[in-house]
């Protein structure tokens, strides 16, 4: 089992609808062990499999964010579907581990109910409130392509990208720098 790297706003596969799951097997479950790897490593509430590069609908909620205690294996919801959305809203600052050092305030539901199925292909509800339910909220858009920079106005939009873009571009300086051999000894 090993953490595999995170989808990076501008990737288009981002933008993706993913696909429904057609039966729970073993290859989901790994994918849901390196998935839950990979969020906590990168200390994430929640985990699209689209933002490893997986199509499919699913995601991953961090277990205390689901209402477990600290610590408790994440939340699996498989082929989700929002039921209900309150009507009670709450704004607060939300991230994406696919928009690092991102967060903007997003206008989300109090209360979302979700109707998904588990690791064994059973069908269950969960309803959340507050920092869960805006989690279900936002991974359920990552499985429709929708993501949190679509949640800002157009000026905030073109500052994200250009911070994202100048980050991006330190990262390659870096690791350039940290290989220059490799890079001086390239055959071109
Ligand atoms: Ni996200």
Redesign the pocket.
């Known amino acids: 089992m090993a953490a595999r790297s995170i989808v990076r706003f501008p990737d288009p596969q981002l933008r993706r609808r993913s696909v429904e799951i057609d039966g729970v097997d073993d290859d989901v479950r790994q994918l849901v062990a390196e998935m839950t790897e990979t969020m906590v490593e990168a200390e994430g509430a ?3 499999a689209i ?1 490893v590069a997986v199509p499919v609908r699913l995601f991953i909620v961090d277990g205390h964010v689901a209402g477990g205690a600290e610590g408790s294996p994440p939340k699996v919801f498989i082929n989700p579907e929002i039921l209900e959305i309150s009507a009670e809203a709450q704004t607060g600052d939300e991230g ?4 690092p050092d991102v967060f903007v305030p997003v206008k989300r539901g109090l209360r979302a109910r979700v109707r998904a199925l588990d690791l064994d292909g059973n069908s269950f509800e969960a309803e959340g409130e507050g920092l869960y339910a805006r989690a279900l909220q ?2 359920t858009d ?1 499985l429709n392509g929708r ?2 920079i679509d949640q800002v106005g157009p000026v905030k939009r073109e500052i994200i990208k250009r911070k994202l873009r100048k980050d991006a571009e330190a990262e390659r300086e870096e690791a350039a720098d940290r290989e220059p051999a490799r890079q001086a000894g390239s055959p071109g």
């Open positions: 929640g985990l699209a933002q994406c581990l696919s928009f936002h991974e990552h993501l949190l």
